[in-house]
């Protein structure tokens, strides 16, 4: 066979067009370059090529491999190596791509580019050995033997090589971030170290005078240092054994100050980076080198909060290793002491704003490191959730932020989902910090605005597509996230409070834990320790957060009236709960929730019976929105819609209950909270008793149209009687009601009734199932003839008999009529019937107003229950609510033709009027409003406290202070409650006198 031609030579056009598709941006100037550069004989070397378009900036890399290898004293070696080791090329051209600044080591030290040979991984020689021998000196106590300026240069170009192999590996993914910061700051500490030696240079005999050790601070001390940063250090000294101290303070002295110089002076090799001592006692101001007693001193007496915090990532860098690791060991106690001192973590957050304050509003939105969203909100978070927990838990100390983070999650102390959410945004924002500064080796936080280096970063961190608005788009989520997620972790209560322990009560220690019981005053510290053994015992995630949460919950328990029954009830919640995933993260994580759960279930009986049938009400406690009550066409329409879902009216009427169960924790829990006053409890009671009354209604309806197989005959309505019809209603009040009933055109009068009857019957029936909830009692007593008459009657029916029959009484009584569930025409219809009996146009003749007058005394006389204290029933004692009732309902019923502001079924509102209007003095006016409020509050903190219904001040002191407690009173002030109760009800009562008997 005839020999094959060639392959033909790709044209210069050929060469740009494929240029261009690896990424070069100047594809001419590259082709040039290739064919007549140093790399020509590599031209046509297709890997070549592609590792080049591989590179974060290919342009960058091609004129920085044409440079070193026209720096070469034999380029060939170099070639040859680049056509036969992938790695290499792999290594080269990403340092190059990257960094101008690693481009000009390679150029100035023609033989570094051998360091990245190799199929294998890279490995750093270690690191002290090297920089140490490149100074000249074997080990810390030998004098290096070259000169002081040629030792400084050999540190610095050797630093440079090894920084040049840290680079190449984390580039090409060989190291990741963590051993990327790990490897700079040990190649720091070698540093320091050939530094140190350099300076002993100097001081001949400084061996026999002093020991001296430099302890690494901040990101040096974390071993997470970034490529060019400040860094760090402590100095300590002792005098050498027989030494004066001195004198060995001052040979110290020059040593430090011989490593700064080393580290920092102007030389050809340019500086390493700057060496801050301004951590050291009392700052800048303060003596470079101290003893470490004198350190101890000073840490013990004047330190800051944020010294402490600087404390936590110390470690031996350089020098006499002995020293620094005494050091270390005599200010760690230090460290994790700090949280107990007053206003901690209150010092660490304004710490944390201050410095976001100064952050130049010019650079604010470019800022890496200090700004809304950077690194210093990771890690200010993560060390304050260190500074606070790691006093109990020796896991939590690591200096290092990752470590240290990864440590808060398997402690329970974050969310495993917010952990590996910051991890993952710190890890981004470190890589970008990394791939900013590597390109010049310069010190810088701040983002570049130039988009072409947003693209040689975006394609280093191998983003695609368009990398350099990939790279911001990824910043700026990471940067949403994280300040999200500092602001949870940051400025969660939970951190004042634990802060506020003892380390022995922070860990929860058997014997910690029972003196803190005794102390806090719980009447059972025996039960209270089983509680907690079951809640924290285990290895399981759910005891290791539980044990995070109940130190400061047994101090939020203790500040209510009854901590014994906040634990139990506590840890009942707490199994009943199980392992649902949101709920312990939810009280460590969320707000207030963990707060607001102990004193709720601390302080009411009540509320704590509620959520544990209902558990996954805790929800909603961390959110004042959340415990807002809802209204009652709101109310209505939820109900309703679950209703209707259900043809049984047994199971319609449980998930009725199930509603009103979740809505009277809520109001229940906004009370105890305070986010309600009176009359708001009262509105939102008799909203839920209205929305449940309509849920059992639809039920009721649909059931007896079921079981006479066609449409209802008649239309009904429930018509809100006393307190519920006054949107008043208590936790201990019943639903006082009427029913009216329209037939529809066409429909029997009898059949009508009867349906109506049967409906009416089926409501009362399904609500009073027995369930474990509070009852709500149906109570039609209030109707025509009470007990004896219809219990379901036509507009008609009811219209004549108040004509004929109706007593003023029962006028009186319709005062507080209003619809509140059932067909809105019909309940309107009621009122416009009813409005000329309760708002007579002539008022109320004489003979009426005695016999309302004679009714008064006679249910003082005979409703008080026998053998009852009369001065302690808040509603029909003396100045009770009653009185108060009754007094405001005269004044209507003589009045509200005249007054249009009484024309209301509400109370307060009513009393305002009348005051307004005259027809009593504001004084009295104010006494009558003031017993109300009062007693209306006290009956409700009296269900509160003991979890069931009565209408008396409790005779058990201990529950007279919880009723107190519950009020706002301080501890003990139960015996001030009985007292100012006292007091209003004398002057209500003369009030009420001169009202209603003239």
């Known amino acids: ?30 082709a040039q370059s290739l064919e007549t550069g ?80 190799g199929a294998a991984p890279l490995t750093l020689r270690p690191l002290r050995e090297q920089l140490l021998s490149a100074v000249g000196a074997r080990a810390t106590d030998e004098l290096p033997v070259a000169t002081a300026d040629h030792a400084v240069d050999a540190l610095r170009a050797a630093y440079r090589r090894a920084l040049l192999v840290v680079a190449a590996r984390d580039l090409v993914a060989e190291r990741g971030l963590p051993g990327t910061a790990a490897d700079l700051a040990e190649l720091a500490d070698a540093a320091l170290e050939a530094a140190l030696a350099i300076a002993r240079a ?22 997470e240092l970034n490529y060019v940063s400040d860094v760090d250090v402590v100095f300590v000294a002792e005098p050498a054994p027989g030494a004066d101290e001195a004198d060995a303070l001052r040979v110290a002295g020059r040593l430090a100050q011989g490593l700064l110089k080393a580290c920092s002076a102007p030389s050809p090799e340019g500086p390493l980076w700057e060496v801050d001592t301004a951590l050291r006692p009392e700052g800048k101001q303060g003596p470079l080198v101290r003893t470490l007693r004198s350190h101890l001193a000073y840490y013990q007496r004047w330190a800051k909060t944020w010294e402490f915090q600087a404390l936590l990532k110390a470690r031996p860098s350089a020098g006499d290793r002995r020293l620094g690791e005494d050091y270390v060991d005599a200010v760690s106690p230090l460290v994790w002491q700090a949280a107990a001192r007053p206003d901690f973590v209150q010092d660490v957050q304004a710490m944390r704003r201050r410095v976001e304050d100064h952050v130049p509003r010019a650079q604010a939105d470019r800022q890496l490191k200090l700004g809304r969203g950077g690194l210093r909100d990771v890690e200010f978070a993560v060390q304050l959730l260190q500074l606070v927990h790691g006093r109990g838990d020796e896991e939590l100390r690591s200096p290092t932020t990752l470590d240290a983070l990864a440590a808060l999650a398997d402690g329970g102390y974050v969310a495993r989902e917010d952990a590996a959410k910051l991890d993952e945004a710190y890890r981004f924002l470190r890589t970008l910090e990394h791939r900013i500064q590597m390109h010049r080796l310069r010190r810088t936080h701040l983002v570049p605005e130039d988009s072409a280096d947003l693209r040689r970063i975006g394609r280093s961190l191998g983003l695609g597509g368009d990398p350099a608005l990939e790279l911001v788009r990824e910043w700026k989520r990471h940067a949403l996230e994280v300040r999200r997620l500092h602001e949870k972790l940051f400025y969660r209560p939970l951190l004042q409070a634990v802060a506020r322990l003892s ?101 009411s009986r009540y509320a704590a019976d509620l959520l544990l049938r209902a558990p996954e009400a805790v929800g909603m406690l961390g959110d004042d929105a959340e415990l807002q009550p809802r209204r009652q066409l709101q109310l209505g329409e939820e109900v309703l819609a679950s209703v209707r879902r259900h043809e049984d009216p047994t199971i319609a009427a449980a998930v009725t209950r199930a509603v009103r169960r979740r809505e009277l924790f809520r109001v229940a829990a906004a009370d105890v909270l305070g986010l309600l006053d009176v009359e708001q409890v009262g509105t ?52 006082d009601v009427m029913f009216v009933h329209s037939p529809v055109p066409g429909a029997d009068d009898h059949d009508a009734a009867e349906a109506a009857y049967a409906v009416a019957n089926e409501l009362r029936r399904v609500l009073a199932l027995p369930a474990p ?117 005269l004044l209507q019923l003589r009045h509200a033709a005249d007054v249009p502001g009484l024309r209301t079924p509400q109370t307060l509102p009513a009393l305002a009027a ?61 015996g001030q409650l009985l007292e100012d109760h006292k007091r209003t009800t004398r002057r209500a009562r003369a009030a009420f006198d001169r009202v209603f008997f003239g």
């Open 38 to 117: 140093p790399l020509a004989p590599l031209a046509e070397d297709g890997r070549l090529l592609s590792d080049l378009g591989a590179a974060p900036d290919p342009d960058q890399a091609l004129a920085g491999l044409s440079a070193v290898v026209a720096a070469q004293p034999d380029a060939s070696a170099l070639l040859a190596e680049l056509q036969h080791d992938a790695a290499l090329r792999r290594r080269l051209l990403a340092v190059l791509g990257a960094s101008l600044a690693l481009g000009e080591t390679l150029t100035r030290s023609p033989d570094a580019w051998r360091l990245l040979r």
């Open 503 to 603: 380390p022995g009560e922070a860990r929860l220690a058997p014997e910690a834990a029972r003196a803190r019981l005794e102390a806090l005053g719980y009447a059972d510290p025996a039960g209270a320790l089983r509680h907690l053994e079951a809640l924290t015992t285990g290895v399981r995630r759910r005891a290791a957060i539980q044990r995070a949460l109940l130190p400061a919950l047994l101090g939020w328990f203790a500040d209510a009236a009854d901590p014994d029954a906040g634990l139990l009830a506590f840890r009942q919640v707490s199994d009943a709960l199980g392992d649902t995933p949101w709920y312990l993260r939810t009280l460590r994580d969320e707000g207030e929730t963990a707060q607001r759960l102990a004193l709720v279930l601390a302080s």
């Open 773 to 889: 909830d509070p009852p709500l009692v149906v109570d039609a007593d209030l109707r025509p003839e009470g007990r004896q008459g219809p219990l379901v009657r036509t507009l008609g029916s009811y219209a004549a008999y108040y004509a004929r029959w109706g007593a003023v009484w029962e006028r009186q009584a319709l005062l507080r009529a209003a619809p509140v569930a059932g067909d809105a025409e019909l309940g309107r219809g009621f009122l416009e019937m009813i409005e000329p009996l309760r708002w007579p146009a002539d008022g109320l003749p004489e003979n009426d107003v005695r016999e309302i007058r004679r009714i008064k005394a006679r249910v003082e006389a005979e409703r008080l229950p026998r053998g009852g204290d009369r001065s302690r029933n808040l509603k029909l004692g003396p100045g009770g609510i009653s009185d108060v009732e009754w007094a405001v309902q």
């Open 1 to 30: 066979m005839p020999a094959q031609p060639p392959p033909a030579r790709p044209t210069g056009g050929d060469r740009r067009t494929r240029l261009a598709r690896l990424g070069f941006t100047d594809a001419e100037r590259a």
């Open 684 to 735: 939102a009671l008799s909203d839920v008793a209205a929305a449940t009354l309509a849920g059992g209604l639809d039920a009721a309806m649909r059931f007896v149209a079921g079981e006479r197989r066609g449409p209802l005959p008649t239309r009904i309505a429930v018509i809100g009687m006393g307190r519920l019809g006054g949107g008043e209603m208590g936790f201990a009040s019943d639903a």
């Open 914 to 974: 009348a005051a307004e209007a005259g027809l009593l003095d504001a004084e009295d006016a104010e006494a009558l409003r003031t017993a109300w409020v009062l007693a209306s509050r006290l009956r409700d903190a009296v269900v509160l406290v003991r979890g069931r219904t009565g209408s008396e001040l409790p005779k058990d002191l201990r529950e007279v202070s919880a009723v107190a407690r519950l009020l706002g009173y301080p501890p003990g002030g139960g």
């Open 202 to 223: 100097g001081e001949p005999d400084a061996g026999r005078s002093a020991r001296l050790a430099v302890i690494g601070m901040g990101k040096c001390g974390g071993r």
